[in-house]
């Protein structure tokens, strides 16, 4: 059973750019969550997906940001417009209930020049 | 004040200590725990799962403390590759909400 996967996993953008992150969760696993941690910091909180729904947005910055989960297909975290303040790992997990134990990738670095 | 909160460390400790982190939540409705390890530069690996009142695998242990709202993480006999630094996770199981504390850093020293 192939883990949670997660490319590219690094990605280097220049300001302005857009940024495309995605993410497969484990095979069963239906509920998905990103996290953002930045150098020698914690990890933080961005979004929950279910497959076709967002659950909880409430760590996603209001501007530039979005997070989807289709029917088919991986998780995708887009930065539009992309900062250096963005520069980031950028870590998505997996879960098959909501209620247990989440998994996560190997998360994508991005670097924004 | 934060979900989750723990002592950053570093925790400096010789191989063949024994070490023991203690992290807090502020969410008495709070259902399930668990600790992670990372090590740098990488994801976030669980480590052990806290249903109940504890559990222990190995020379880890895990308890929790409903009445004083705190998770503790006990390593025994300490290895150089126990060195990272540990997360502790609150779950809340209405809100399918997880909440990570900032970890504490372990270095286990020859």
């Known amino acids: 059973n192939a883990g949670v996967m997660q490319n590219p996993r690094h990605l280097v953008r220049r300001r302005g750019q857009e940024a495309r992150l995605r993410c497969s969760p484990m095979?069963?696993?239906?509920?998905v969550y990103w996290y953002r941690q930045l150098p020698e910091e914690g990890l933080k909180f961005m979004v929950y997906?279910?497959?076709?729904?967002?659950?909880?947005e409430s760590g996603m910055p209001k501007e530039r940001f979005s997070a989807e989960f289709p029917k088919e297909g991986p998780s995708i975290l887009r930065i539009q417009q992309v900062v250096r303040g963005d520069s980031a790992a950028y870590f998505c997990?997996?879960?098959?209930?909501?209620?247990?134990?989440?998994?996560f990738g190997p998360g994508t670095r991005l670097t924004v020049l | 004040r934060k979900e989750v909160e723990q002592d950053p460390g570093p925790f400096n400790v010789p191989e063949g200590a024994t070490v023991a982190f203690n992290c807090t939540y502020s969410?008495?409705?709070?259902?399930?725990f668990f600790w992670y390890r990372q090590d740098c530069r990488k994801e976030p690996k669980l480590l052990m799962s806290?249903?109940?009142s504890g559990n222990e695998d190995g020379r880890f242990t895990a308890q929790l403390n409903r009445a004083s709202q705190y998770i503790s993480l006990l390593i025994r006999d300490s290895k150089l590759s126990d060195s990272a630094t540990y997360l502790c996770?609150?779950?809340?199981?209405?809100?399918?909400?997880?909440?990570f504390g900032s970890g504490t850093k372990l270095n286990v020293k020859p």
């Open positions: 997990a997996s879960s098959p209930s909501g209620q247990g134990e989440q998994f």
């Open positions: 095979k069963g696993h239906s509920h």
């Open positions: 997906l279910q497959k076709e729904n967002i659950i909880d």
């Open positions: 969410n008495s409705a709070s259902q399930s």
């Open positions: 806290v249903y109940s």
């Open positions: 996770v609150a779950l809340l199981y209405n809100f399918n909400k997880f909440y």
